[in-house]
């Protein structure tokens, strides 16, 4: 899943419209904590520390996010 998850992000380095827009549709934690790991490439404890939260709260959260943004860059109608 992470896999499929990262090659997803990865194509959509190209198509920035429509990234921006998947990424303005998850809620704020989720959206920051994407931002900080992929585009900042901060790690987990860099990312706890950035925001107060625990790592495996991180974790949890980061898992989440990936989901809704995976079903989000695949099944939603986003700019292109």
């Known amino acids: 899943t992470y896999e499929i ?3 997803t992000l990865a194509d959509c380095k190209t198509d920035h ?8 549709m998850l809620d704020e ?12 490439e901060l790690s987990y404890q860099q990312i ?3 925001l107060s939260i625990s790592q495996n709260a991180i ?3 980061l898992q989440r996010a990936r989901k809704k ?12």
């Open 17 to 24: 419209r429509r990234l921006s827009a998947a990424l303005t």
């Open 29 to 40: 934690v989720s959206r920051e904590i994407i931002m900080l790991h992929y585009f900042s």
């Open 59 to 61: 974790h949890g959260r």
């Open 69 to 80: 943004l995976k079903t989000l860059l695949t099944t939603e109608e986003l700019p292109e």
């Open 5 to 7: 998850i990262e090659v």
């Open 48 to 50: 706890s520390e950035t």
